[in-house]
């Protein structure tokens, strides 16, 4: 009894140290560079690690949702991968910037020129999106990737709320609110602050051309006192000359 009971141990033991230095499946995931607003434009990575210690990766499909379309997105140059961007029209036109959009990016897929994401390393795929939607929190791209031994591995299941992260997760990029100069209330307080520093200028420009004349009208005073004075000096000195020798005419 006592054998079995170490050995039922020792097997539990081990297993545990197997469950606890398994590593955590890595799965294609999306980050944006910095913030990714609401109504704004962003700049995100579509982050692709290799899970294959005997393949690399050589493809990826990244799929944008159909829901929330977005108007505009343009990849990056990643060396070593040439990227695709397709497009399809839009059920009901877009609106940005005033302007009707009818047709929206459905899929970018990047495929390997080289030897694509080897064994033991990621890639990451930027690309610049937008206008991002104002109406959801979320946006999800579905991935799909695939291995040089042809492999396939689909990155679409949506994870929900209170439940456990699915084996294969889509790629969710999470939305901040949306920033104040999207909706144009900075950029009307940008210009408030403008023209205001702009009379502001104008007004200091006005009070130094003010100075400027006070300043040039009192060098002109002084310099025509100077020229009085000398002329009165010299026309004093020459009546003292003149004097002199009317003196000394006399007493001769």
């Not at 499909?61 to 990849?75: R, Y």
């Not at 929900?160 to 084996?167: A, K, R, V």
């Not at 104008?202 to 310099?223: I, K, Y």
């Amino acid at each position: 009894m006592q054998v079995s009971r170490i050995a039922a141990v020792g097997a539990l033991t081990a297993s545990a140290v197997v469950v606890l230095s398994s590593p955590a499946l890595a799965h294609v995931s999306v980050q944006p560079e910095g913030a990714a607003a609401k109504g704004g434009y962003a700049t995100v990575n579509f982050k692709v690690p290799n899970e294959r210690d005997n393949a690399s990766t050589t493809k990826l499909e990244v799929t944008f949702p159909a829901d929330h379309p977005l108007s505009s997105a343009m990849p990056a140059p990643v060396p070593g991968w040439e990227a695709k961007v397709t497009k399809a029209e839009l059920d009901k036109p877009l609106e940005v910037h005033g302007n009707k959009v009818t047709e929206a990016v459905s899929k970018i897929t990047w495929t390997a020129t080289g030897k694509g994401v080897e064994p033991g390393f990621f890639q990451k795929f930027p690309v610049s999106v937008g206008a991002l939607p104002e109406d959801t929190d979320e946006l999800v791209f579905k991935a799909v990737q695939t291995y040089s031994n042809d492999e396939v591995v689909r990155w679409i299941e949506v994870p929900q709320e209170d439940t456990e992260e699915p084996e294969h997760p889509a790629p969710v990029l999470a939305l901040s609110a949306a920033e104040d100069d999207h909706h144009g209330a900075s950029g009307a307080e940008e210009d408030a602050d403008a023209e205001e520093a702009s009379d502001d200028a104008s007004a200091a420009a006005a009070n130094t051309t003010a100075d400027s004349g006070d300043s040039d009208g009192t060098d002109t005073t002084a310099r025509v006192l100077g020229v009085v004075g000398i002329v009165v000096g010299a026309a004093g000195v020459a009546y003292g000359v003149l004097a002199g020798r009317r003196r000394g005419g006399s007493a001769a």
